[in-house]
Nanobody, 122 residues
């Protein structure tokens, strides 16, 4: 059974950085799109960043372009979200997700983690 476990969230001041990690078990990156989503209280889910393992194409939410970077380490079955220049509006529960035989962006999730909370103070 595929399991995704996030880590790296926390409290940071505006302008700071965090790196989120998503460790996957029983998972293969072949022909899969992997992504980070976020959801703030009272708001809809947003697809933040995505990378296709088949062609390496990426997708970023407009509001995070130039600040966030998605990457993966196949050997560790882990993917990451490097978040720089954080803003209070980035505050949300961030979770990783994967979709088999999908491109970026995707909205139907085959697998997802529980999430890690990111709080950005002003």
């Amino acid at each position: 059974e595929v399991q995704l476990v996030e880590s790296g969230g926390g409290l940071v001041q505006a302008g700071g950085s965090l790196r989120l990690s998503c460790a996957a078990s029983e998972f293969t990156f072949d022909d899969t799109a992997i992504a980070w989503f976020r959801q703030a209280p009272g708001k809809e889910r947003e697809g933040v960043a995505c990378i296709s393992t088949s062609d390496g194409s990426t997708y970023y939410l407009d509001s995070v372009k130039g600040r966030f970077t998605i990457s993966r380490d196949n050997a560790k079955s882990t993917w990451y979200l490097q978040m720089n220049s954080l803003k209070p509006e980035d505050t949300a529960n961030y979770y990783c997700a994967a979709a088999v035989r999908a491109g970026c962006p995707f909205w139907e999730l085959d697998y997802r983690g529980q999430g890690t909370l990111v709080t950005v103070s002003s």
